[in-house]
Structure formats: C-alpha cells, structure tokens
C-alpha cells in the first residue's frame, strides 16, 4: 500500500501545507497523472478540488508531464523539470519519473483549484490540534 506526502499549495495567500496521506486516501492518487483533479477531502480539505503538478520517488526523482507512465526514464533535457543548465546549449541525459503516480512516488506536489466553504486555515488547523490529543 502506498504513502505519501501531499503539498498542497494555495494560490491565493502563497501558503503551502504538507500534509502524510496514508491507506485509503493514498490510493486516491495512485494511478493519477499530472493535470488530473482529485477530491480534497483525502488530505484533510473537505469541499474542496486539488490539482496534481508534480512530485518525486523515493530517490528525490522528479515528476516529468511529457513522459507517459509511472516508470524510470533515462532522458537527454536542455532544461525544465529535472534539469537546471549552466550555459547555452548545455544537455544532460536524467534518470526521471513518468507522470502517472506510482508505487515508488513519495512526495505529491498539488494545488488548489476549487475551494470549499471553509478556509483552508480552519481545516488544517483543527487537524493539527486533533494529531496533537493522539500523541
């Protein structure tokens, strides 16, 4: 069964939140690609819709759009998501991730596309006041 991180960035106050998806709420994600839309009640966001913008396996491997699939692929970039160059002209073969979620995926990057009747603040917050009676 697959865990994972879950960041999720809201675009109108520049706040990101992180946030353990475990079971259940984990195989949401599993087998969703970069673009796709899912419900946010499975990181704690009730009432509202997330988009998936990328993320990493478990080596720190990034996420790319333009390679189909959940598997490693070893690829030749001038530049964007795993590739940072140096100067004009610079390419570099990189051993990426696909963009569908998978087994090895880790970390999940999302945004927020639709909000819900809550502020984020309130749903996060009382989640972390509830793990905290857990402990």
């Known amino acids: ?11 109108e106050d520049g706040a990101a939140y992180q946030r353990a998806v475990e079971g259940q709420d984990a195989n949401r994600f599993v087998g969703r690609s970069i673009g796709d839309e899912v419900d946010g ?3 704690g966001l009730d009432g509202y819709t997330v988009e998936l913008t990328g993320g990493s396996d478990t080596a720190g491997r990034p996420m790319r759009e333009d390679i189909a699939g959940p598997a490693l692929n070893a690829v030749l970039l001038s530049g964007g998501t795993g590739f940072n160059p140096t100067r004009d002209g610079e390419r570099k073969r990189v051993t990426v991730r696909g963009r569908e979620v998978g087994e090895e995926t880790r970390q999940i990057n999302a945004t927020i596309t639709a909000r819900g009747d809550q502020s984020v603040d309130e749903l996060f917050g009382e989640d972390e006041g509830e793990n905290e009676d857990d402990e």
């Not at 069964?1 to 675009?11: E, G, I, K, S």
């Open 41 to 43: 009640s499975a990181v």
């Open 1 to 11: 069964m697959a865990d994972f991180t879950v960041v999720v960035a809201d675009p």
